[in-house]
């Protein structure tokens, strides 16, 4: 097809030089001098004439376009369909490994999801035991806090009454000995407050 518009380009420039050279605008006078007007195109005497500058344009773009411009066009051509090629293949090549990427970048997010819900779930469930742990301690050592000072408590009233019972022994004692007059021992004091004391 580019050969063939090639063909009908070269004889349309070949009739365009024949029309203008020289030899045609001489032949167009003498022919209308001679003959008064006309086409010089319809002379028969006129087309040995035509036609060698036909055949001699005509050979000299044939070998111009078939030697120089034809192959230059072809080879051009040639590269450019063949760099479109490659670059449509990179571009295939590239999309496919862009698919792969996509497919292994949604995998890894799917398979970080997981992990991360895993990790959270554990989390939680060591969050859990943790305080359920620390309040465990924290109980046994408020029952143990509360039990030491309970004791505590149970041996200071102890010690209180210890305390107290003295006094009373003592003042009974002197209260005996200055109101009635008759001396009292702290042991006998002591003997009548511990029964009061059960009886109580």
């Avoid at 063939?4 to 380009?9: A, D, E």
């Avoid at 004439?49 to 411009?69: C, D, N, P």
């Avoid at 970048?105 to 939680?124: C, F, L, N």
């Amino acid at each position: 097809m580019l050969l063939k518009n090639i063909n009908t380009l070269s004889l349309s420039f070949l009739c365009a030089l024949l029309i203008a050279s020289p030899a045609f605008a001489e032949e167009v006078a003498h022919e209308a001098e001679g003959h008064g007007g006309g086409l010089p195109q319809f002379d028969p005497t006129s087309w040995p004439s035509q036609l060698f500058w036909l055949a001699v344009f005509f050979t000299l773009l044939y070998f111009v376009f078939g030697k120089s411009v034809i192959p230059s066009l072809g080879n051009t051509i040639e590269t450019r369909t063949s760099y479109i090629a490659d670059h449509l293949k990179k571009a295939e090549a590239l999309s496919a490994e862009a698919e792969i990427l996509k497919n292994e970048v949604q995998a890894a997010y799917k398979a970080a999801s997981h992990t991360a819900g895993d990790q959270i779930t554990e989390a939680e469930n060591a969050a859990k035991a943790k305080l359920a742990s620390a309040l465990t301690d924290f109980r046994t050592r408020y029952e143990q806090q509360v039990e030491a000072t309970e004791q505590k408590i149970t041996a200071a009233k102890e010690t209180a009454m210890v305390d107290m019972e003295q006094i009373v022994v003592s003042l009974s004692a002197q209260a005996a000995e200055k109101i009635a007059g008759i001396p009292a021992s702290e042991s006998g004091a002591e003997g009548v407050v511990k029964s009061l004391r059960k009886v109580a």
